[in-house]
T-cell receptor, first 118, second 109 residues
Framework: GAVVSQHPSWVICKSGTSVKIECRSL??????MFWYRQFPKQSLMLMAT?????????EQGVEKDKFLINHASLTLSTLTVTSAHPEDSSFYIC??????????????FGPGTRLTVL | GQNIDQPTEMTATEGAIVQINCTYQ??????LFWYQQHAGEAPTFLSY????GLEEKGRFSSFLSRSKGYSYLLLKELQMKDSASYLC??????????FGAGTQVVVTP
């Protein structure tokens, strides 16, 4: 149980284009999903918290107009990188948590999406 | 601010034991997680501690002391496939995971 999928697993795009990444919880309902970014040899940095049916909460320094997050259902959240630039090239990982309580709920991670912007 | 410290790299031989320490200072505490991450892949859940003490799960054990802001992950009977980055993460008051930079474990024959 607790499987999270991401699509696509990798994407290469030209500078200025937009890229959409999907995150799905396959066998459970996730009221909360998280989006992380990881640069080479660095740890995961939380970008935003996504709650079903409400606006995402962005971490300090993350541009909400550039990284659009939609959590349309209890099993799907999407991250759209708008007008991507080479510095947006990174490993994007989502996670999903069961339930709404902040205490002690394990986050299960998707396999990640490697974005390369040329 | 948030501060989670763990060593950058550790090397050990196959069959040995390695202990990865993690110290933390965070705004609130609702449990500590250890994840394993192989290069180019997403993290996989290893263990979770919310109360003081030792949690054992097969070859992996994790310990927590909340008063000391300290945890360790113990890997026993090391195998080559255990070569990976090990991430210490604290669940803060808001239910967000704050990650350490990760400890790269290198297992040698």
């Amino acid at each position: 149980g607790a499987v999270v999928s991401q699509h696509p697993s990798w994407v290469i795009c030209k500078s200025g284009t937009s890229v959409k990444i999907e995150c799905r919880s396959l066998d459970f309902q996730a009221t909360t999903m998280f989006w992380y970014r990881q640069f080479p040899k660095q740890s995961l940095m939380l970008m935003a918290t996504s709650n079903e049916g409400s606006k995402a909460t962005y971490e300090q320094g993350v541009e909400k107009d550039k990284f659009l997050i939609n959590h349309a259902s209890l099993t799907l959240s999407t991250l759209t990188v708008t007008s991507a630039h080479p510095e947006d090239s990174s490993f994007y990982i989502c996670s999903a948590r069961v339930g709404g309580r902040p205490r002690g709920d394990t986050q299960y991670f998707g396999p990640g999406t490697r974005l390369t912007v040329l | 601010g948030q501060n989670i410290d763990q060593p950058t790299e550790m090397t050990a031989t196959e069959g040995a034991i390695v202990q990865i320490n993690c110290t933390y200072q965070t705004s609130g505490f609702n449990g500590l997680f250890w994840y394993q991450q192989h290069a180019g892949e997403a993290p996989t859940f290893l263990s979770y501690n919310v109360l003081d003490g030792l949690e054992e799960k097969g070859r992996f054990s994790s310990f927590l002391s909340r008063s000391k802001g300290y945890s360790y992950l113990l890997l026993k009977e090391l195998q080559m496939k255990d070569s990976a980055s090990y991430l210490c993460a604290v669940n803060d008051s808001w239910g967000k995971l704050q990650f350490g930079a990760g400890t790269q474990v290198v297992v040698t024959p």
